[in-house]
């Protein structure tokens, strides 16, 4: 997971939840900026995290390392446990992208939420209390290995296959 790339990755898996508790795997997807993924129940679902219980814009779409997801479900089939949308062969550390950095994945951008994607009861149940441990400590936290939270910029279809790419940091108005 450490030797992921980078600044140039892949979409290795795409996820769908159209229920609690189901999960499509797609070979393409549709990433708007006010369903989320869609077909995913992201919207429907709603939010703790919000007043009013609607949905949270800043979690429209949860990424994880694909490396990571293989380690704790050790068996391809059941990666898609984890719960998540994105799963890329990408570096998604806190080191590599702080809150606010961009990607590409084709014509599409997702921008990182500052809101922190931790393991939970759910995820404790499917590969268990120490794979849990192992993404919500210190260091699984700074190198997020249970995943992020994003935010669809600019909306567009992405494919299983399709490279991922850290965008620059736009310089502040008046720098340069």
């Known amino acids: 997971m450490r030797r992921s790339p980078a600044d140039c990755g892949t979409v290795e898996l795409i996820v769908c939840r159209p229920d609690v508790d189901e999960r499509l795997v797609l070979a393409e997807a549709t990433l708007d900026e006010s369903c989320g993924l869609v077909g995913d129940n992201w919207r429907v679902r709603g939010s703790s995290s919000t007043p009013d219980k609607t949905a949270d814009p800043g979690k429209q779409v949860t990424v994880m390392n694909a490396r990571v997801a293989l380690l704790v479900a050790g068996d391809p089939d059941r990666r ?22 961009r990607l590409a994945i084709g014509a599409v ?20 209390t120490e794979a849990l441990r192992f ?29 991922v790419r850290k965008l620059p940091v736009a310089e502040p108005a008046g720098v340069g």
Do not use: M, W
């Open 109 to 128: 951008v997702l921008e990182v939420s500052p809101q922190p994607h931790l393991g939970c009861p759910k995820f404790s149940a499917r590969f268990g």
């Open 80 to 101: 898609q446990l984890a719960g998540d949308q994105l799963y890329l062969d990408f570096d998604i550390s806190q080191a590599n992208l702080p809150a606010g950095a």
């Open 135 to 163: 993404v919500n400590s210190r260091v699984g936290r700074q190198l997020r290995l249970r995943g992020l939270n994003a935010r669809i910029v600019v909306p567009g279809t992405i494919r299983t296959g399709d490279t």
